[in-house]
């Protein structure tokens, strides 16, 4: 199995772009798609990307993803930011064995 | 409109076996590729995966919690169930079910989350 490896926290003023990493300790990044979630205090997660640069409908796009194999990791982006991107944010793959994995999430402060 | 809510108990004890309850709407637990997943979130901590059942009823397990944890489906009342026994006051935690439609798609719809603690 793999582990995800995400900053603890960032902070960025409104306006500003952010970049939150996702790290993959062991096999390509590129095996397998990369999902982001967004979970605000109190609620459930959902979605802001998937298959690694796909945007659900309803999710604005200030909300970017990308992987880069040199790195080993997925990127979420967000630009504009504005006060309401204030949140967790989680990356989440899968291996071969269809078992899931979750980054140990991101707190992102909009200050 | 696709929901899915989590039922169980809000206190468990120690060494006790916990069985939460994940009622579907809105799509059916034997629709081609649709699957449900259980997924935990100690207060403060991230967010981790515990258990998904396919549409086949093929299964798979967190391999670190694999010994403890059993997850089944009654598609006719659209329900997955969980049970992790030896309940300890580290599993404290907010349960959450989740839809997908497949491994390598996003979990697309979440329940609200149920909160469990493990206190004697």
């Known amino acids: 199995n793999f582990m995800l490896t995400q900053p603890h926290s960032v902070s960025e003023s409104p306006g500003k772009t952010v970049t939150i990493s996702c790290t993959r300790s062991s096999g390509s990044i590129a095996s397998n798609y990369v999902q982001w979630y967004q979970q605000r205090p109190g609620s459930s997660p959902t979605t802001v990307i998937y298959?690694?640069?796909?945007?659900p409908s309803g999710v604005p796009d200030r909300f970017s993803g990308s992987i880069d194999s040199s790195s080993n990791s997925a990127s979420l982006t967000i630009s504009g930011l504005k006060t309401e991107d204030e949140a967790d944010y989680y990356c989440q793959s899968y291996d071969s064995s269809n078992h899931w994995v979750f980054g140990g999430g991101t707190k992102l402060t909009v200050l | 409109q696709v929901t899915l809510k989590e039922s169980g108990p809000v206190l468990v004890k120690p060494t006790e076996t916990l069985t939460l309850t994940c009622t579907v709407s809105?799509?059916?637990?034997?629709?081609?590729?649709?699957?449900v997943s259980w997924i935990r979130q100690p207060p403060g901590k991230a967010l981790e995966w515990l258990a998904h059942i396919f549409s086949n009823d093929e299964k798979s397990y967190s391999t670190s919690l694999k010994s403890r944890l059993t997850i089944s489906k009654d598609t006719s009342k659209s329900q997955v169930v969980l049970t992790m026994t030896n309940m300890d006051p580290v599993d404290t935690a907010t349960y959450y079910c989740a839809r997908t439609r497949g491994v390598v798609a996003p979990f697309d719809i979440w329940g609200q989350g149920t909160m469990v603690t493990v206190s004697s």
């Open positions: 809105g799509f059916s637990l034997s629709n081609a590729r649709m699957g």
């Open positions: 298959e690694d640069n796909q945007r």
